[in-house]
């Protein structure tokens, strides 16, 4: 099982690394041995606003960073299905270039 969880955080570590390299309005720190980080963005909208309006259209929920002190971020848990996570972050960078890049 742990085996199995270490598997999961490692992939999805990857696939942010990865999307981080096409998504330059975005950064974060990736942990060496933790399941959550923050991931920064660049955009003039407050996290909890962005948030509502991420999940009311995509159907994403991100915490947002307000909720830890940390405004423009958002908190990022990387220890869940590697599919549904890609997923979410695809569909985080369809809603900034439908809204937020002109």
């Known amino acids: 099982m742990i085996l199995r ?5 490692s992939t999805n570590k990857n ?3 990865e999307w981080l390299k096409d998504n ?3 950064e974060c720190v990736l942990p060496s041995g ?6 920064k963005y660049y955009f003039d909208l407050k ?14 929920f991100f915490v947002p960073g307000s909720c830890f002190d940390k405004e423009y971020y958002f ?4 220890a869940q299905d590697s599919k549904l996570f890609k ?5 985080l960078s369809n809603f900034v270039d439908e809204h ?3």
Do not use: Q, Y
């Not at 908190?75 to 990387?78: A, H, P, V």
């Open 5 to 9: 969880a270490k598997n999961i955080i």
């Open 15 to 17: 696939i942010v690394h």
């Open 24 to 26: 330059p309005s975005f």
């Open 34 to 39: 933790g399941t959550v980080c923050f991931l």
């Open 47 to 60: 996290s909890e606003t962005f948030a509502k309006l991420l999940l009311a259209e995509k159907g994403v």
């Open 75 to 78: 908190r990022l848990g990387l």
């Open 87 to 91: 997923a979410g972050l695809n569909e």
């Open 100 to 102: 937020l890049i002109s």
